[in-house]
Structures are given as structure tokens and as C-alpha cells.
């Protein structure tokens, strides 16, 4: 069977952070993914935005608490899980993310600090050249330079007639 649940949305207010008595950290966060619908008929489009309660644990939860903030853009992978929970004596459902990953997308908000998560300048895509004889591969700004890899250990094959199996 599967669960899985993706989700990029934005998150509506600053993530809830506890720390358990055990010592994990998990945060709650309220995440808004937005719809839009568009009617042929009247040539209108409307938006249907869904609210989402996203349950991160541990590393996840560090990082939202460090870097997650109102209005941060994030990417979302998870599971989605039923509660139910009884308060002023009426018994309430809900639904749940539990988050697997996280990504932040987005630029960093001003006044972030400068320490910790740094996150990629997005780099250009490469335009491809055209010239009169047909297409010419693009032409990359960055040089790829392969890492060295260590040495594979040499292993001597045994007779196949000589393994136990």
C-alpha cells in the first residue's frame, strides 16, 4: 500500500516548536496550497486555497525552527495520517502531514541570519545555440570536474565449481 502525500505551498504562520521530554524536537506547521480553477463558460478564474497541518520530527524540525518563517515557501513529502482528540468534552478528527522531507524554496527572508543554511543561487539555464548548419550543443558556463574516486579492492574470483551453494 502506499501513502504519500506531496505539498509546495506556503507556510501561514511562524512554525510551533516543542521539545519533548525525551529531548526530540518536533514542529507544526500550517501550510496553504492554493487551486486555481478556471470557468469556460464565464472566463473567470478562482482560487481554492487548502490548509494543510504538517508535523515535523527531529533534523526537520531543527531546520524549520531555524529557517521556516511566516510566508516561507517549502516543498513538502509525507504521510498523511488520521487524529482524533477529545476537548471541552466533544470528540474532534482531523488529518495530518507527517513529513519525510522538507525543502525550502524561495530566497531567504531580509534580516535572516547570515550563519547556517545557505541556499543555492539558481543558476541560469543553459540556451541552446543555433547556427545555419543546425543545432550546436549548448555551451555550459561551468566546467564539471570530476572528483577522483578511490581505488575499487581487488577481489579474485573463485572457482564456481569450488562455493558451497
Known sequence: ??????????????????????GVKVARLRLATTERIFNRQTNETTEHTEW?????????????DKFVRKGS???????????????DGQRHFGFEIVAD?????????????QTGYQQPAPQ???Q????????QQPQYQQSYQPQ?????????MADPDDLPF
Open 128 to 135: 541552446p545555440q543555433y547556427q545555419q548548419g543546425g543545432y
Open 148 to 156: 577522483p574516486q578511490p581505488a575499487a579492492p581487488q577481489t579474485i
Open 101 to 113: 522531507d522538507m525543502k525550502l524554496l524561495g530566497r531567504r527572508p531580509e534580516g535572516a541570519s
Open 73 to 87: 515557501q517549502v516543498y513538502v513529502e509525507g504521510r498523511i495520517r488520521s487524529r482524533e482528540w477529545e476537548k
Open 52 to 64: 494543510h497541518s504538517v508535523t515535523l520530527w527531529r533534523g526537520l524540525a531543527e531546520v524549520a
Open 1 to 22: 500500500m502506499i501513502n504519500k502525500v506531496i505539498l509546495l505551498g506556503n507556510v501561514g504562520q511562524d512554525p510551533e516548536i516543542r521539545t519533548l521530554e525525551t
Open 124 to 126: 541560469p539555464a543553459p
